[in-house]
């Protein structure tokens, strides 16, 4: 079982189908018994934090909390990451006060120096490249809804993120299959595109028929706000919308990592409609944190 458990939770790139299916039948279990412990007692862990979130930062804290830990937020204007100190310096300096580190940082390059300079775990809380708690909580969320992942049919339509690169890279690991749309010029990681086997188009409805689930996320990430007036005229068509949710099979769902930008990737009526699992989706962002701060710290 350690064998198969890396120290870091960067991406998905040093984990398996064994590890993964260990994370969430961990969670699941973790949710069906509201789980409160004391395995990190004493532990602490720090939240290194260069963007705002609502639902990481609370989720990483009260699953500390519930798994006996504690969490110290250190926010940007503080820590000044790679201004008032270098990376490597953080990394050496954090790994002497806390057992763990959860980073949320603009360049994924600043939570691979961090993994490589401090010798406790660090936790990807977020980077330009990669999300990978929030991969997890969806892969609980298709497990509630589906009962399995194999063969599962998931479209993703808007921009060819963080969130969608996550997805992509744990698709081919579950049996998840993968259909993307984005608009010329916002495509994925393309070498993740071609280990999912992915079926990729520009166009959202042709990604949207006859899937099981239809995924979302904002069409400017945080950091990209420079860029917000031409994406909205590039995305424009690939609103997640109830016309675009009735080309999925009858039984099929909504996602979205939250937040949303009504009005543009996609509506009110859709994200509180009767197929969304949206709060679903962001209370399983607790339960997986806590299956991952489990393996990752314990
Ligand atoms: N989905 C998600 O990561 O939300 P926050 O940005 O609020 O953490
Ligand atoms: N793609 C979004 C996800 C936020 C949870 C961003 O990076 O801002």
Known sequence: DALTRPKDLLDFSAYGRQEIEALLALAERLKRE????????????????????????TTLEVAMLHLGGHAVYLDQKQVGIGEREPVRDIAKNLERFVEGIA???????????????ARIPVINALSDRA???????DLLTLK???GGWE???????????????SLLEVAPLVGLRMR????RGYEPDPGLLQKAGAFFTHDPKEAALGAHVLYT?????????AERERRLRDFNGFQVNGELLQLLRPQGIFLHCL???????????AVHGPRSRVFDQAENRLHTAKAVLLRLLS
């Open 34 to 57: 509201r789980y409160r412990g004391e395995e990190l007692k004493g532990k602490v862990l720090a939240l290194l934090f260069e963007k705002p979130s609502l639902r990481t930062r």
């Open 103 to 117: 980073a949320r940082v603009y360049r994924h390059g600043t939570v691979e120096e961090l993994a490589r300079y």
């Open 131 to 137: 999300h990978p708690l929030q991969a997890l909580a």
């Open 144 to 146: 509630e809804v589906f």
């Open 151 to 165: 063969g599962l049919e998931v479209a993703w339509v808007g921009d060819g993120n963080n969130v969608l690169n």
């Open 180 to 183: 993307v749309a984005t608009p």
């Open 217 to 225: 996320d904002v069409w400017t990430s945080m950091g990209q706000e």
């Open 259 to 269: 937040p949303a930008h009504y009005g543009e990737e996609t509506t009110e009526e």
